[in-house]
């Protein structure tokens, strides 16, 4: 039986029937009078359903990672002519390892359900001339999204499992067209106040750098541009954000080195079938950031960051996949600075939220949540949330009639998450066949700038016709500070919803737990949220409750019972400060000089 893995036709059988990999390979298949393809036979069943199941896969993930990155800072040492400790190779390489090492998890667990399955399995690949090496870390996130570096990847993994590969001819370059980022253009006005306020902090940088040479420099620090500079001013210099250098040698145009990727590649001697397929690929899939282009980006980070020498080097996200910054932030730990991470979107509720903060607690000496503790990680500590400085959360009612509704998108291929999201939009689409229809006639829905060709749009007009889209005319704080919904509904857990309830906002969130389970210490404040109505663990559950509240919504969301749990959440999750310039300098000033590190 034919098993085709990817959404590029070129690949599918001319007249044999098939089976899909899984439900990304064909986006559109949910309207079965529009598809009309009646060879395929089906899609594999999907081995990542059980969400208890899943923390399980997790845990094997994380555990894979560690032992991986083990083999490979030795290695890379030894390629290198170096020998830095495994902390520093675990700066550089912890979030790309954690993504590569999933990925070949969830197409291997998947090609075994098929030969389980599917007998005389054949996998459908493409010829393709050179396989593909990523430049550098973002370079593979961005690539494990598309077709055709998921039919390199799926097919490598088949004939390492002995299963049949049938290699088509390929034409053109082999992608498909899949949405283009379309970002909100700013306003002149906003463009020339966001240029002064850039301007004013290189200029106090200049002047305030030479009155303290020990200082907490910021990157990605999530705080709003303008409180960066009036930290950068009330500290003189001592908390600054970098001043970094221009450098247009950026890019990779190296010649692969092929004796450091068999080196890198070299089998080992390990019972973990597993572990041993993840050495066996590394070569091919490992970025030349890492490899050929290591020393000559080191260079260009020593360029970039000439001068910026730092006791403290706080960032929120440029630990997860800026391998310019990397250098730095390595050859700074190496150099004694005390790295600092922090939260960039909410709590990791979830156990795929859970692997993004094991790894940047490995990478960081402290890291700062949004007000929650966790007793098993001393490094966590609990501060005000960044994200949420300047957020209007004002005590007036919001006004108007429609309900904004927020959505998620995904890449088809799984990135960083093991997870179908075909099940994530069944939920959506049932939300919408159980809403009352005139209230949806109120609905805008707010969906990702990117669908990722999965037909968004297409599959809530075909239960809800006369749902209107948001036009992204406006940045999503800029619709909350407007106060013009009645509600706001989520169907998914992320930043958006924190933001929203912090801006106190009546609030609607559902998503299946036994898809997402929730990790064991955030389960009575969502136990809470459900008390209140806020929190619904089934699509029905939420559209009943907003087609019996919204003629009254404010009535039940500004009652004090409901703002008292809100509250409590808030302090926990999306914590606000009223003095944030004192909070945050007193914070940065308190943190301990000693890190003990492995």
């Keep these: 039986m034919y098993l085709v893995i990817s959404g590029l036709k070129e690949t599918w059988p001319e007249k044999e029937p098939f089976w899909l990999f899984h439900s990304g390979c064909c986006p559109d298949y949910f309207d079965k009078n529009k598809f009309s393809d009646k060879r395929i036979e089906g899609i594999l069943p999907d081995p990542f359903g059980d969400g208890k199941n899943n923390c399980l896969h997790y845990e094997k993930i994380w555990n894979l990672s560690n032992e991986l990155i083990s083999i490979l800072y030795e290695r890379l040492n030894h390629i290198h002519g170096v020998s830095k400790r495994k902390h520093y190779w675990e700066i550089h390489l912890g979030f790309w390892v954690l993504r590569y090492v999933l990925a070949v998890y969830d197409r291997l667990i998947r090609l075994e359900v098929a030969k389980t399955n599917l007998k005389g399995l054949v996998v459908q690949g493409l010829a393709i001339r050179e396989q593909v090496i990523p430049k550098d870390s973002l370079h593979f996130v961005n690539l494990l999204g598309t077709d055709l570096y998921n039919v390199q990847l799926i097919s490598s ?347 106190n906002l009546p609030s609607v969130l559902f998503f299946d737990r036994n898809l997402y389970p929730l990790l064991d210490i955030f389960n009575s404040d969502f136990e809470m949220l459900k008390k209140a109505k806020i929190f619904h663990d089934t699509p029905e559950s939420a559209s009943e409750w907003i087609n019996e509240v919204y003629d009254n919504a404010n009535v039940w969301f500004y009652e004090k019972e409901c703002q008292d749990i809100v509250a409590e959440f808030l302090h926990k999750y999306g914590r606000r400060s009223k003095s944030p310039l004192r909070d945050w300098i007193n914070i940065f000033n308190s943190i301990p000089e000693d890190a003990k590190r492995a």
């Design 157 to 503: 993994i088949s004939e390492n499992l002995s299963i049949e590969v049938e290699y088509h001819p390929i034409e053109g370059d082999g992608s498909l067209n899949d949405d283009q980022p379309i970002f909100q253009k700013n306003s002149i006005i906003k463009q020339t106040l966001k240029g002064l306020v850039n301007f004013s902090i290189l200029c106090s940088n200049k002047i305030l750098r030479f009155i303290n040479k020990e200082r907490i420099l910021m990157e990605s620090s999530y705080f709003p541009r303008w409180f960066e500079l009036t930290l950068n001013v009330f500290t003189l210099g001592k908390i600054s954000r970098i001043e970094k250098k221009n450098n247009t040698n950026l890019g990779s145009d190296s010649a692969l080195d092929s004796d450091a990727r068999e080196y890198l590649s070299q089998r080992i001697n390990n019972k973990d079938d597993l572990l041993s397929l993840l050495v066996q690929l590394v070569g091919v899939y490992i970025p030349k950031s890492f490899v050929e282009d290591f020393s000559k980006n080191l260079e260009i980070s020593k360029e970039i960051y000439k001068d910026q020498n730092s006791k403290f080097l706080f960032s929120t996200v440029s630990w997860i996949s800026d391998d310019i910054f990397l250098h730095f932030g390595a050859d700074s730990m190496e150099r004694g600075s005390i790295l600092l991470g922090g939260e960039h979107g909410g709590a990791p509720f979830l156990e795929r939220y859970n692997l993004i903060y094991k790894m940047e607690s490995v990478i960081s000496d402290y890291y700062f949540t949004w007000g929650w503790s966790d007793p098993k990680n001393p490094k966590a500590i609990p501060t005000p949330a960044n994200k949420l400085i300047g957020l209007s959360n004002r005590k007036s009612y919001p006004t108007g009639d429609s309900v904004l509704y927020v959505c998620a998108s995904n890449p088809r291929y799984s990135v960083s998450a093991l997870e179908d999201f075909e099940r994530y939009l069944n939920w959506q689409s049932l939300f919408f066949k159980t809403m009352n229809r005139k209230v949806l006639e109120n609905f805008i829905v707010r969906s990702h700038f990117i669908e990722y060709g999965w037909c968004i749009r297409e599959r809530i007009h075909a239960v809800a016709p006369n749902v209107k889209f948001d036009n992204w005319n406006f940045t999503f704080n800029e619709r909350l500070a407007k106060r013009n919904s009645r509600l706001y509904v989520f169907d998914y857990l992320s930043t958006t919803f924190i933001e929203c309830l912090a801006s």
